[in-house]
């Protein structure tokens, strides 16, 4: 015996070789590996304003879908997530079942950006965009799709302009962003958000992206990284890593007064759980006025969003049509897992046809 975990030097030495002989073909598979893409379907930008700009994606059919769907990503990522890969891709799962999908990419703020509020984002963006499509397809309302800060951009829009909105589909959206187990709404409600904000102006993207690491530090900045070594001699699982690496580190900056403006509002405040409801401008936000009905999808293991964050949103919004679908999954499997694949854009086609 050599030790409670009865390693022998010949066990030793056969890993040590095996890792040895994964080393080098992983060098042989990075040196012949291009440099990796995104965003594989088709799309033409129809509508712009600023840095701004509204995309149509092509299918390789037309759409069969009347109704087109506007999707609102969130601020802090590049909303090529939801068109990662030909085989992980929530946009072409949606178009090859008929529908019509759009998306706003919010650009790259710099210091020109500094004083972009909420209003700017929800009224100025959104309502443009979604009036753009009304009038391009000569609808009175389209359906939503806003996930994770997009969705809290989505439903503030939705109630200040019910009118505009036939379906909402939330994916990934906090509502109450104080439930215990939320660390990063903990973390934030410790900051002096005036006082980052008036210091810095727009908050850097590495801040940002370091944050979101430490709240699983081991897994993120460790644990995957060993986990490579496995992969390093199969070049298409090398590309999936560096693609979704090369999509984590891809963030914009925040622009500075959006940025006080939702932190404070919603991580520190909680406002649509409270008395005092968010305002957008001098608008106050009312989730009652969402009368549409509405979708919500979260996952399971959502590290970022806790499921009970999602769920609160049924006991909050004023329509009497009101679904939940339950991901067995994490903030970023429900994009990218095969099961995500054959889920998400099923239900939400089924879900939309059975409203028109």
């Given at each position: 015996m050599y030790g409670p975990l009865n390693i022998t030097p010949d066990a030793l030495?056969?890993?040590?070789?095996?890792?040895?002989?994964?080393?080098?073909?992983?060098?042989?598979?990075?040196?012949?590996?291009?440099?990796?893409?995104?965003?594989?379907?088709?799309?033409?930008e129809v509508w712009r304003d600023g840095k701004t700009v509204l995309y149509r994606f092509r299918g390789e059919r037309r759409p069969t879908a009347q109704v087109p769907i506007l999707i609102s990503y969130a601020l802090v990522n590049r909303p090529y997530m939801v068109d990662l890969q030909e085989d992980k891709s929530l946009v072409r799962g949606?178009?090859?079942?008929?529908?019509?999908?759009?998306?706003?990419?919010?650009?790259?703020?710099?210091?020109?950006?500094?004083?972009?509020?909420?209003?700017?984002?929800?009224?100025?963006?959104?309502?443009?965009?979604?009036?753009?499509?009304?009038?391009?397809?000569?609808?009175?309302?389209?359906?939503l799709l806003g996930i994770c800060q997009g969705g809290a951009f989505s439903l503030c829009y939705a109630a200040l302009h019910p009118?505009?909105?036939?379906?909402?589909?939330?994916?990934?959206?906090?509502?109450?962003?104080?439930?215990?187990?939320?660390?990063?709404?903990?973390?934030?409600?410790?900051?002096?958000?005036?006082?980052?904000?008036?210091?810095?102006?727009?908050?850097?993207?590495?801040?940002?992206?370091?944050?979101?690491?430490?709240?699983?530090?081991w897994r993120l900045f460790a644990q995957k990284y060993v986990g490579m070594a496995d992969i390093l001699d199969d070049r298409k699982a090398m590309e999936d890593f560096l693609r979704m690496e090369k999509w984590i580190f891809d963030s914009p900056d925040q622009a500075g007064e959006a940025f006080r403006e939702f932190s404070t509002q919603f991580f520190q405040q909680n406002r649509f759980m409270?008395?005092?409801?968010?305002?957008?401008?001098?608008?106050?936000?009312?989730?009652?006025?969402?009368?549409?009905p509405v979708l919500n999808i979260y996952a399971e293991q959502d590290h970022l969003v806790p499921p009970?964050?999602?769920?609160a949103l049924r006991d909050l919004v004023g329509s009497d049509d009101y679904t939940e679908l339950a991901f067995k999954g994490g903030h970023i499997g429900i994009y990218v897992s095969s099961r995500a694949q054959r889920e998400v854009p099923q239900t939400i086609h089924d879900w939309l046809r059975k409203r028109g």
């Open positions: 030495a056969e890993e040590a070789g095996k890792l040895q002989r994964k080393l080098g073909a992983g060098i042989r598979t990075l040196r012949e590996m291009d440099a990796v893409d995104f965003g594989v379907t088709p799309r033409e949606l178009l090859e079942r008929g529908e019509d999908v759009y998306v706003i990419d919010w650009g790259y703020p710099d210091r020109s950006d500094r004083y972009l509020t909420l209003e700017d984002y929800i009224e100025r963006f959104i309502g443009g965009a979604v009036d753009h499509l009304r009038k391009a397809h000569g609808l009175p309302s389209i359906n009118d505009k909105i036939k379906n909402l589909i939330k994916m990934l959206k906090p509502v109450d962003f104080h439930t215990p187990d939320n660390m990063l709404s903990n973390w934030n409600r410790e900051i002096d958000v005036d006082l980052l904000v008036d210091t810095l102006g727009n908050v850097p993207a590495d801040m940002m992206n370091f944050t979101y690491l430490m709240l699983k530090p409270g008395d005092t409801p968010p305002q957008i401008g001098n608008k106050d936000v009312h989730l009652g006025e969402v009368d549409m009970d964050a999602s769920r």
